[in-house]
Structures are given as C-alpha cells and as structure tokens.
C-alpha cells in the first residue's frame, strides 16, 4: 500500500471504501469513479488548474492511436529493470503511460492537478490509484516511494525528495531537441531546439544521473491524428493564429517523436 498522508495535517489516512479521513478528521470522499480529490483550495493557482477537458480527450485519441507505444514501452522496460513497487507517476494526464506502468508487486497511483484528467483515467483503468493533487506538495509520506514519473510535465525537485526513500529513482521523460520538428517549422519561423538535459542540474543536491537514453520514431499523422496533436500540445498556443489554422486542415504531416528518457538516483 502506498503511505498516502492527510494533504492539510500530513497524518496518515484511513482508507475506507466511500470516505479516507485522518485522526483530525480531513476527510475527503472517494468519487464514484474510484478517485479521490486531495488538492486543496491553495494548491490552486485557477479554479481548474492543470490541462483542460478538452486538451486531455485529444490527448487520449491521439496517444490511442499508437504514435507514443514506442517511449511508452522503453520506459516500461526501463522500470521494468529497477526493483521499484511504490510508484507515483506525477502529471499522469489521462493515464496512457501510468497504467503500462502498473504490474505484480508494484503499487502504483496517478497524480495530476487536472480533476477532468483523473476523471478520465479512473474511469478506463479500475484497478489504480488515482488522486487529483500537485506534484508541488505530493499527499504521500517521506521517503515512502521507489520511484517517481514525470512524463512531459513540470518537475518538483525536493518534493521528489522528501517523497523517495534513498536509493529511489525518479524517470524524467521530456522531449528531445528535434521532437516534432516538422510540426514545429510548421508552427514557428524560428524553430528553438528542446533542451532535454537543461533539468538534470536540478538534481544536482542529492541526485545522480544513473542512466540516459534517447529514442527517435517516425510519425505519420493523418489529418485528424495531426488536429489532435495541436490540441494536446501546449506551445501551439504561442503559434500565430494563422499558421495553426492552416496546419489544421493540412491533409496531414510526417514528422518524429524524438524523447529523451534520464534516469536518477537518490543518494541521500
Ligand atoms: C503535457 S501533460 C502530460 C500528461 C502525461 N504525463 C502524458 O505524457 O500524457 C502535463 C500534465 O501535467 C499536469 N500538471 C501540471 N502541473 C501540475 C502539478 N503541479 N502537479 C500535478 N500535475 C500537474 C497537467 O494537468 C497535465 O495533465
Ligand atoms: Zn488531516
């Protein structure tokens, strides 16, 4: 069982079908789809903080189509090779890669600030934790998790480590510096490389890099394929107007997923 902790007092929380509670009595309902809501009122910074509903639904439809299995195995098979069985995937959107990372002796949750997020993943993947939370302040206890995700989402350093109990690992999956290059010259005059390793310094106190791998598909996108991708992809917002809408009735666009997957160990 993961050590989940009271979000207000940090007390451990007793898990009861209908309604988790602490001896302060917070309580907080489970939801009919088997979630629960530990965000509170200031962990938000807007009343629906995180990616909206409809950014997430493209999300799914665009990962169902397959375009991501290739990272999604790599770093299933990657976990697969470190002894981790408390997991917490940070920013797990709508549950595409969380739920691949599930397996015999792993307990493993889903965390995203996004409550239309969990919604979807609770719904598709029952047999999971899923909590509406920040990764900024994780309900869990100190040094209480093997292993942290962070899947093409904002890093918490030190949350990650207090969370890990030492000699845990954190994966960090972002993209590589020509992901989506051809999307991007479509989007953008001036196309600026992904810098994949700016994060690692951030580790520097009390982390060491342990492993590095870089992973380039090939991605055909149809037309609708190719909608959902600019629906899903934050920086299209930064596009000018016209440049995204004549992507969006492009027939379609061949481009490369190109990511980048940095392993890192707690030492202390
Ligand atoms: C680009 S999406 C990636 C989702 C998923 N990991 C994937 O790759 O499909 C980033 C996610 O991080 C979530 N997010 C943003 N800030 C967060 C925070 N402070 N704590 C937890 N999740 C956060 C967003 O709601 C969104 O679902
Ligand atoms: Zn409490």
Not at 21 to 27: G, I, K, Y
Not at 70 to 89: C, K, T
Not at 96 to 116: C, H, L, M, N
Request: aromatic content about 6%; hydrophobic content about 45%; glycine content about 8%.
């Amino acid at each position: 069982m993961l050590d989940i902790v009271c979000p207000v007092c940090r007390l451990p929380l007793d898990r009861q079908a209908k309604v988790w509670s602490c001896a302060n009595r917070h309580s907080f309902d489970v939801a009919r789809e088997g979630y629960v809501n530990l965000l509170l009122a200031q962990q938000k910074n807007s009343p629906s903080p995180g990616d909206s509903a409809d950014s997430l639904q493209a999300r799914r439809a665009f990962l169902d189509g397959g375009h991501y299995a290739p990272m999604r195995e790599a770093a299933s098979a990657l976990i697969g090779q470190i002894d981790a069985h408390r997991i917490v995937d940070i920013g797990c959107g709508e549950g595409y890669y969380t739920s691949a990372f599930a397996g015999p002796q792993r307990e493993v949750a889903g965390i995203d600030i996004a409550k239309p997020a969990i919604q979807l993943a609770a719904r598709r993947y029952r047999d999971m934790g899923w909590l509406v939370g920040s990764g900024a302040a994780l309900p869990v206890a100190d040094r209480s998790l093997d292993l942290v995700t962070n899947l093409f989402t904002q890093l918490h350093v030190g949350e990650m480590r207090r969370a890990l109990q030492p000699g845990g690992h954190v994966l960090v999956v972002t993209p590589g510096a020509a992901h989506l290059q051809a999307l991007r010259a479509g989007l953008f005059e001036t196309v600026q490389p992904h810098e994949p390793d700016k994060f690692v310094g951030e580790f520097s106190d009390g982390f060491e890099l342990v492993h590095r791998e870089e992973l380039t598909v090939p991605i055909a996108l149809d037309a609708t394929s190719l909608r959902q991708l600019l629906a899903m992809t934050p920086y299209v917002w930064k596009a000018r107007p016209e440049r995204r809408a004549a992507l969006e009735q492009a027939p379609g666009l061949q481009t490369q997923g190109h990511f980048v997957l940095l392993l890192l160990q707690r030492t202390v």
